[in-house]
């Protein structure tokens, strides 16, 4: 059984969010594609020309000549190559959720035909694409592993809101379930990746190397994030540490603050959850999640302190959170620990208002059971205090006047992301 010439491929995309769709961009302009999603509200705004989480242009979407999307299963019944890219969350008890690949994976199944190659994107522990996924597409479809079709591993690496390394120029690992698939798998991105590719000895080698990249951010961060803490008991700016000790030529600089995102703060529960599984307690990286998970109370304590030396109420006492996505310049919302800050900041009684100019009105009111503020406030607003939580250029660049034009008299300005000069904050993680 031979693998179809790469200029035969028809290839299927399955989940059209932040790494299905700038894979399915880049594929469409080379290969006969079909991105399909289960939501046909977003295939109709992408149909349209629209991507509402911003991370692919219109124009881009126009460039890709040979991509069509889809709801419809049955449109990519003559594909020959999938390619899952579906979310892998935690569910609330921070364990590994595999429903929606799982699902996928079983969706697939019912579609391909013999001599067919499936490839998984998503993020999981190692061992996960061979052991829970692969059994459900041989039941679904009949066929079996290596025989009746072939299986592939390429791990997402996209960065979202980072302009200058798009899917294309980030290096993509891949792998395969035989010498051969590999090959085939390397030789299909290669054609499509302008930074190159590297080709992993096997799938869970493959799956590894993606765990352990945001696995060794998140512990890299904990450090911090701890140091944070400690200097703030010792009355220490930590900006001003880490400044000062940048200045050794192999000093890696990072800053504390809140963790989220569907990456860094969820892939190393996933590795836990195997390793445990294994009979090994991995305590530095289960020690780091629960650090960094913890930093939205450990802000929130700082503010609370600030505010009771000023004389400020606690009780009834209202902020203004600036920013809600997980992290600056991109619109994403899963997972951000924001949430985790406004739901400390009101258990303490305070009300929170919110901006964010890059997000989605709507999505962020879905998530925060209300509507954000369309603008900063201005003067007469007497919030006492306003919070800087996410640093997005399109907020640090009115500087400190306009972010606190709306905070009363002896207020407190909480500048988390130490984006200005100590001078012009009260407080800074």
């Known amino acids: ?161 980072d302009r200058a390394r798009p899917l294309t120029k980030i290096v993509k690992v891949t792998s395969g379930s035989t010498p051969e698939t590999a090959d085939f798998v390397d030789a299909l991105y290669a054609s499509v990746i302008e930074a190159g590719t590297h080709k992993a000895s096997s799938i869970k080698v493959a799956e590894a190397a993606k765990i352990i990249e945001n696995t060794q951010r998140d512990v890299n961060i904990a450090l911090i994030n701890e140091l944070s803490v400690l200097f703030s008991h010792l009355e220490i700016d930590t900006t001003e ?94 997972n951000t620990k924001v949430v985790d800050l406004l739901a400390s900041l009101e258990s303490y009684g305070m009300s929170c208002d919110v901006h964010d100019p890059a997000v989605h009105p709507e999505e962020a009111a879905r998530l925060i059971g209300h509507d954000m503020l369309a603008d900063v406030p201005g003067d007469g607003a007497a919030y006492d205090a306003v919070i800087l939580a996410v640093a997005h250029d399109d907020l640090t660049a009115r500087g400190v006047d306009r972010l606190t034009a709306g905070l009363r008299d002896g207020g407190v300005f909480f500048d988390m992301k130490a984006v200005f000069d100590i001078s012009e904050s009260d407080l800074r993680l």
């Not at 195997?274 to 109370?297: C, Q, T, V, Y």
Request: hydrophobic share 40%; charged share 25%.
């Open 1 to 161: 059984m031979s693998f179809p010439p790469l200029e035969d491929c028809r290839i299927a995309v399955i989940g059209l969010g932040y790494v299905g769709l700038p894979l399915a961009v880049a594929f469409g302009a080379r290969y006969a594609t079909h991105g399909y999603d289960l939501d046909r509200s977003r295939i109709d705004a992408l149909k349209a020309g629209t991507d509402i989480t911003g991370e692919v242009a219109p124009e881009a979407l126009r460039d890709a000549g040979q991509l069509t999307f889809t709801a419809e299963g049955a449109d990519l019944a003559e594909c020959n190559v999938y390619v899952i890219a579906v979310p892998t969350p935690i569910d609330i008890h921070r364990q590994p959720d595999l429903h929606f690949l799982r699902d996928a994976s079983e969706f697939v199944g019912g579609l391909i035909s013999e001599g067919d190659v499936v490839i998984f994107e998503s993020t999981v522990y190692p061992g996960a694409t061979e052991d829970d996924c692969i059994p459900l597409v041989e039941e679904r479809s009949g066929l079996r592993l290596n025989d009746g079709f072939f299986a592939g591993y390429s791990p997402e690496r996209i960065n979202p809101g």
């Open 241 to 334: 540490v880490l400044d000062a000790a940048a200045t050794k030529w192999n000093f890696n600089r990072l800053s504390p603050g809140l963790v989220g995102g569907h990456c860094i703060g969820v892939d190393p529960y996933y590795l836990v959850h195997k390793s445990m599984a294994a009979g090994h307690i991995p305590d530095i990286i289960r020690l780091s999640r629960e650090i960094n998970d913890g930093m939205a109370r450990h802000a929130v304590s700082r503010l609370v302190k600030a505010m009771i030396r000023k004389g400020l109420r606690i009780g009834g006492a209202r902020v203004l959170v600036l920013g809600l996505a997980f992290k600056e310049n991109c619109a994403d919302l899963r």
